[in-house]
C-alpha cells in the first residue's frame, strides 16, 4: 500500500518539480549512493620560476669577473656613457669586498694595427678605467693598477673578427687579498658545526 501512494506522489506536479530543479542545478556525478556537483574549471598548471639571471660583476679567487664588455669610443681612451651602470657596479664591488688590497685593471687589444699602437691605446684605456672607478666610484686610488697589454695576452683567436672583439676587453686581476681559513669541529651527536680555528692571511700574485 505505501509503494502505491509514493508512486501516485511521483506522478504528482510537485515531484516532477523538485526532479526538474535537481537536474538544472549542474552535472551530477553518481558514486554509490553519493552525488557530487562538479562547478567550474580545473585549475591552470603553474608556471614554471624563471632561471636567475647571471651577476654583472663576480668575484672570483684570483679575478674580479665582468660578465658585461665595457664600451670604448673607437680608436680612443673615451668610455661610452653606456657603460656607466657596469662601472658602477665593479666600483660597489670593489668597495664592499675590502679584503682584495691590490687590482690590476688590465687592457687588452687584438692584433689589428701596430703592436705599438695597440700597447698605447690598451694602457690609455685601462687607465681610463682606474680614473673612472676613483673619481666616480670612489675607490680607493691606493688599491687600483692599471696596465695595457696590448696583444700580448690573447684570449681568442685574432684569425676572426669574432676572436678579435674577444681579445678587446678590460679585465680585473686581483694581486693581492687577505684570505680566511677556518678549522671546522662536528659534533657526532647533534651535527652542529664550531669553528675552533680562524686565521687570516695575506695572499699576493704577480701580475
Known amino acids: 500500500m505505501h509503494s502505491r501512494r509514493i508512486i501516485r506522489f511521483l506522478r504528482?506536479?510537485?515531484?516532477?518539480?523538485?526532479?526538474?530543479?535537481?537536474?538544472?542545478?549542474?552535472?551530477?556525478?553518481?558514486?554509490?549512493?553519493?552525488?557530487?556537483?562538479?562547478?567550474?574549471?580545473?585549475?591552470?598548471?603553474e608556471a614554471e620560476p624563471e632561471p636567475p639571471k647571471?651577476?654583472?660583476?663576480?668575484?672570483?679567487?684570483?679575478?674580479?669577473?665582468?660578465?658585461?664588455?665595457?664600451?670604448?669610443?673607437?680608436n680612443k681612451?673615451?668610455?661610452?656613457?653606456e657603460s656607466d651602470a657596469l662601472l658602477t657596479e665593479i666600483a660597489k664591488v670593489m668597495n664592499e669586498h675590502q679584503r682584495i688590497k691590490k687590482?690590476?685593471?688590465?687592457?687588452?687589444?687584438?692584433s689589428e694595427g701596430s703592436d705599438r699602437y695597440n700597447l698605447k691605446l690598451?694602457?690609455?684605456?685601462?687607465k681610463a678605467v682606474r680614473k673612472w672607478l676613483v673619481d666616480r666610484g670612489s675607490v680607493d686610488e691606493t688599491r687600483l693598477m692599471a696596465k695595457g697589454y696590448g696583444e700580448t695576452k690573447p684570449i681568442a683567436s685574432n684569425d676572426t673578427e669574432t676572436g678579435r672583439e674577444q681579445n678587446r676587453r678590460v679585465e680585473f686581476m686581483i694581486l693581492e687579498q687577505d684570505v680566511t681559513t677556518k678549522k671546522v669541529e662536528t659534533d657526532p651527536e647533534t651535527g652542529a658545526k664550531?669553528?675552533?680555528?680562524?686565521?687570516?692571511?695575506?695572499?699576493?700574485?704577480g701580475s
Not at 14 to 24: C, D, K, P, R
Not at 122 to 126: L, N, P, T
Not at 194 to 205: D, N, Q, R
Open 103 to 110: 687590482i690590476e685593471i688590465q687592457g687588452h687589444a687584438s
Open 77 to 81: 681612451a673615451i668610455i661610452k656613457s
Open 12 to 45: 504528482t506536479p510537485l515531484a516532477i518539480a523538485a526532479v526538474v530543479s535537481l537536474v538544472g542545478c549542474g552535472p551530477i556525478v553518481f558514486e554509490g549512493t553519493s552525488a557530487l556537483a562538479i562547478v567550474g574549471d580545473a585549475p591552470a598548471p
Open 122 to 126: 690598451s694602457d690609455r684605456r685601462a
Open 54 to 74: 647571471p651577476k654583472l660583476v663576480e668575484v672570483k679567487s684570483d679575478r674580479i669577473q665582468i660578465n658585461e664588455k665595457i664600451q670604448f669610443e673607437f
Open 194 to 205: 664550531k669553528v675552533i680555528e680562524e686565521k687570516t692571511e695575506k695572499e699576493s700574485k
